[in-house]
T-cell receptor, first 115, second 111 residues
Framework: EPEVTQTPSHQVTQMGQEVILRCVPI?????FYWYRQILGQKVEFLVS????????KSEIFDDQFSVERPDGSNFTLKIRSTKLEDSAMYFC?????????????FGPGTRLTVL | GQQVMQIPQYQHVQEGEDFTTYCNSS?????IQWYKQRPGGHPVFLIQ?????EVKKQKRLTFQFGEAKKNSSLHITATQTTDVGTYFC???????????FGKGTSLLVTP
């Protein structure tokens, strides 16, 4: 069964450093997403991406964040200057993108720890 | 903005007991999805409800969507230890497909 993959599984970084989180969505999906989950809290939407551009973003997704699809398979989230409060699990997800069928497939996540 | 609220936050049951989690939205939802997240895992899609008053069943799980499309529930009959996890409801955030998750209900089942 196809699945979303993410690398690395765990990333430790110093405050102020840049990090890039990588995802490979399911190949025939058209919509890609980044969510984050602070430990013990709910899943929060960051950004969605369709047709090589951002389609929606939340208030969390400020100028420190960017997304890119550098090739036909990878989807990346960059945080330019990490803060302590960026520590969270970051989930990538993808979906076919139909109103009547929009199951989102989540990857296993990247745990980001900012020291 | 749209708020999706879930209750209870936690539920601890004995194996074999039933369990229900409730989801309420401040606005009418075009559809609602339910996800399960096992401890240490990622959200896994369970179901999507679209129609007003819709009821769907998956084995011991029953999902309902309210007539006004502002609330939903998930009921598990005769819980098993494999049901342990956090159950999230999620509504579409805006006109796109991004999801607004509720805070989830964490279910603990003891044998």
């Amino acid at each position: 069964e196809p699945e979303v993959t993410q690398t690395p599984s765990h990333q430790v970084t110093q405050m102020g450093q840049e990090v890039i989180l990588r995802c490979v969505p399911i190949s025939n999906h058209l919509y890609f997403y980044w969510y984050r989950q602070i430990l013990g809290q709910k899943v929060e939407f960051l950004v969605s991406f369709y047709n090589n551009e951002i389609s929606e973003k939340s208030e969390i997704f400020d100028d420190q964040f960017s997304v890119e699809r550098p090739d036909g398979s990878n989807f990346t989230l960059k945080i330019r200057s990490t803060k302590l409060e960026d520590s969270a699990m970051y989930f990538c997800a993808s979906s076919v993108g139909l109103a009547t069928y929009n199951e989102q497939f989540f990857g296993p996540g990247t745990r980001l720890t900012v020291l | 903005g749209q708020q999706v609220m879930q209750i209870p936050q936690y539920q601890h049951v004995q194996e074999g007991e039933d369990f229900t989690t409730y989801c309420n939205s401040s606005t009418t939802l075009s559809n609602i999805q339910w996800y399960k997240q096992r401890p240490g895992g990622h959200p896994v899609f369970l179901i999507q409800l679209v129609k007003s008053g819709e009821v769907k069943k998956q084995k011991r799980l029953t999902f309902q969507f309210g007539e006004a499309k502002k609330n939903s529930s998930l009921h598990i009959t005769a819980t098993q230890t494999t049901d342990v996890g956090t159950y999230f409801c999620a509504g579409r955030l805006g006109s796109g497909y991004a999801l607004n998750f509720g805070k989830g209900t964490s279910l603990l089942v003891t044998p």
